[in-house]
């Protein structure tokens, strides 16, 4: 208990975060708390192994995909900035936003959710989802549940109902395209209280 | 100067003297006494009632405070920062199959990701397990600053309030509390040898029976531990195992303290080695090898022949194997229940007004853990005694287990959780993952069967 002022002013650069991101200062100091309570050591960051450690994480299957979403390039550490601006994306879109044209589109966008969600299947950032990269988000999903075969027959349709210019992978574009009737913003947000 | 200090030297003395057996003399008159007789003054609740009124006056005081400096007290949301969503995997993909492409067949579709995406990140900012482990966030303000989040400094009367506190708790309460505790614990292990080596026999339990109560009831006393015991008419008899839920090491003495339990446990070395070999020559209770441990068949044998001998006393066992912070209740080992015995359920709740009993081992060690204890206001919690339950027929010992974990969970007010308390240290099993893949997979290809 006590206010909120007293732990925002313990988060650096909040107000910019805040600005970046949409949170308000109540979500801003809810996820610094719970920053601190993933990072066991106190180390001031976070490792991959804080992740592993959330036990509803552990058991989704898409776990290593989703862990490697926050450590981008490779890196083991996550200070409190990157966290937040990870969780930005599933923010509930603002509808009220003024469309400005110059200025970047905010974190919590269709577009910037869109991308989140690609990266999880193209794991080797080459900008399109190769057969193979699909058939591996396959084979995490649904592992022993199906045989090969299936998943390769699901993975070959996928492709051919979503691959429009014929190079044998999906990019972002024909991504986009596909999920175009599907409610983005019900089913990548998070609905935070307050 | 020196012929100065001589009569004040020996008024100094007397005067140690004196205060040191009033002292005594009030310890054993208030405390050990009624603890060897079982009788109560009533000063514990008094005590209690009064620690209320003032916590309530603090209380207030911070309120008032708080509003004047316009700031927020309470910590917003201590239950979640997140509303999670309530459907089911299936749900969700049918949900998405029929706003999506409307293609009919349950058909893989790129963004049936997106379900697992999302119920991950929701994890990561809120999951219900790591909230079992840490200690429960207060409402009001019981003056230890151990359970301070973020109090700063309201009203002079308050921290003169606190220091007074803290004056009372380590210079009068902490000392008075270990002298009680080590009375206890030596009586147990003289008293428990002495009758060792009495033959076996009526004389011998009824004997035992006495000591152990008594000693328990001084240890309780040692922690000025309020109890209140609900439903007595259900204690646990001779040739039944009691189960309760587990939130420190503290649950023994306070149930042993109402009634003579076998215990079960590892053997350890040290003080506590001694202690097991004391009470094991009065009464028999059940102390395991390190190495035996391991062998469940081992464990479960002695046990149910201990509990077939109906002279010997109930087993007193605590299935979540590890301690929960008594906001709920975890999954029960079925270990216990697989023995066929009847089984007497025990509720445990703790008021966390007085002081936080919730012992958290991996951030306190258990010398430390006791001197929490020993220096707060006091350890006020309820027992309910439930009705015995058997396993029925056409039941296996897991639905058994966590019928008995659910009548706890109702009775004493606590969430009924389907985790593993094991959990806090250890990883989760691949069964949990194939139970998400296997309903993925039944949405997908059973829908393509059709």
Same mark, same amino acid.
């Given at each position: ?15 910019? !975060? ?9 979500? *801003? ?37 989703? %862990?490697?979403? =926050? =450590? ?7 200070? =409190? ?5 990870? #969780? ?6 603002? +509808? ?46 649904? $592992? ?17 109902? /979503? ?17 175009? +009737? ?13 | ?52 009124? %003032? ?12 509003? $004047?400096?316009?700031?927020? !007290?309470? +910590?917003?949301?201590?239950?979640? %920062?997140?509303?999670?969503?309530? /459907? ?52 009001? &303000?019981? !003056? ?6 973020? =109090? ?60 152990? *109560? ?7 006393? /040692? ?36 009634? @003579? ?38 464990? /479960? ?14 087993? #007193? ?23 066929? @015995? ?5 509720? %445990? ?31 006020? @919690? ?22 008995? +974990? ?12 389907? &985790? ?23 949405? #997908? ?6």
């Amino acid at each position: 208990m006590g206010s909120t002022s007293s732990t925002l002013a313990k988060i650096p650069n909040a107000e910019d !975060l805040m600005q970046e991101t949409g949170f308000t200062p109540a979500h *801003l100091v809810r996820l610094y708390d719970r920053f601190k309570v993933l990072d066991k050591d106190k180390k001031g960051f976070l490792t991959p192994q804080d992740f592993v450690a959330i036990k509803e994480l552990a058991m989704n299957p898409i776990c290593d995909r989703i %862990i490697g979403a =926050f =450590f981008t390039s490779g890196g083991e550490t996550l200070d =409190f900035p990157s966290f937040v601006r990870i #969780l930005a994306h599933f923010r509930p879109i603002d +509808k009220n936003r003024p469309k400005e044209p110059t200025s970047p589109d905010p974190i919590n966008s269709r577009s910037n959710k869109l991308k989140f969600a690609f990266q999880l299947y193209d794991q080797d950032k080459d900008g399109k989802i190769s057969r193979h990269e699909l058939l591996q988000v396959l084979r995490a999903m649904l $592992e022993k549940q199906v045989t090969e075969e299936q998943l390769e027959s699901i993975a070959d349709r996928t492709i051919q109902e /979503a691959d429009l210019d014929r190079d044998d992978a999906i990019s972002f574009e024909e991504f986009r395209k596909s999920l175009e +009737k599907v409610n983005i913003d019900h089913k990548m947000s998070i609905r935070f209280l307050r | 100067m020196e012929s100065y200090l001589f009569p004040f030297d020996n008024l100094l003395c007397m005067l140690l003297g004196i205060s040191f057996t009033v002292w005594f003399t009030l310890l054993l008159v208030f405390i050990i006494v009624p603890a060897v007789f079982g009788v109560s003054f009533g000063i514990r609740r008094l005590y209690m009632n009064t620690l209320l009124k %003032i916590f309530e006056w603090a209380t207030l005081r911070m309120e008032r405070g708080a509003k $004047e400096k316009n700031q927020q !007290l309470y +910590k917003p949301y201590s239950n979640g %920062i997140i509303a999670k969503e309530p /459907a089911s995997l299936e749900q969700e993909i049918q949900e998405m199959r029929r706003s999506g492409s409307g293609l009919g067949g349950a058909e893989f579709d790129m963004s049936d990701i997106f379900y697992f995406c999302r119920r991950g990140v929701e994890s990561i900012v809120d999951d219900e397990v790591t909230k079992r482990f840490t200690a429960e966030e207060l409402e009001s &303000w019981n !003056l230890l600053t151990r359970s301070n989040y973020n =109090f700063h400094h309201i009203s002079t009367r308050l921290t003169v309030l606190w220091g007074l506190g803290v004056l009372i708790r380590y210079g009068i309460l902490l000392p008075l509390r270990v002298t009680l505790a080590f009375t206890g614990v030596g009586l147990l292990v003289f008293l428990t040898s002495i009758i060792g080596l009495l033959p076996n026999g009526g004389m011998k339990s009824f004997l035992s029976e006495k000591v152990h *109560l008594m000693c328990y009831r001084i240890c309780v006393r /040692a922690l000025t531990a309020i109890i209140t015991y609900h439903d007595s008419e259900n204690k646990p008899k001779n040739g039944g195992i009691c189960v309760a839920n587990h939130t420190s090491p503290i649950d023994v003495i306070i149930l042993a303290s109402d009634g @003579c339990y076998a215990m079960v446990g590892q053997v350890h070395g040290g003080l506590m080695g001694v202690i097991q070999r004391a009470m094991v020559k009065a009464c028999p209770h059940i102390w395991f090898e390190r190495s035996e441990v391991k062998d469940r068949h081992l464990v /479960a044998k002695r046990l149910s022949d201990h509990v077939a001998d109906k002279s010997k006393l109930p087993i #007193l066992i605590f299935p979540e194997g590890t301690c929960i912070n008594n906001t709920s209740v975890m999954m029960f080992k079925k270990g216990s229940f697989e023995i066929g @015995c009847t089984v007497y359920p025990v509720a %445990i709740k703790y008021d966390p007004r007085f002081g936080e009993a919730f012992w958290n081992s991996s951030k306190f060690g258990m010398v430390n853990y006791l001197l929490h204890m020993m220096s707060s206001w006091a350890i006020v @919690c309820s027992v309910w005694y439930l009705p015995p339950m058997s396993r029925e027929e056409g039941e296996d010992a897991v639905q058994f287990a966590n019928r008995v +974990k659910a009548a706890i969970a109702r009775k004493g007010g606590l969430a009924d959780l389907l &985790w593993d308390g094991g959990l806090k240290r250890e990883k989760v099993k691949e069964v949990f993952k194939e139970e998400q893949q296997k309903l993925y997979s039944k949405v #997908l290809v059973g829908g393509e069967e059709d």
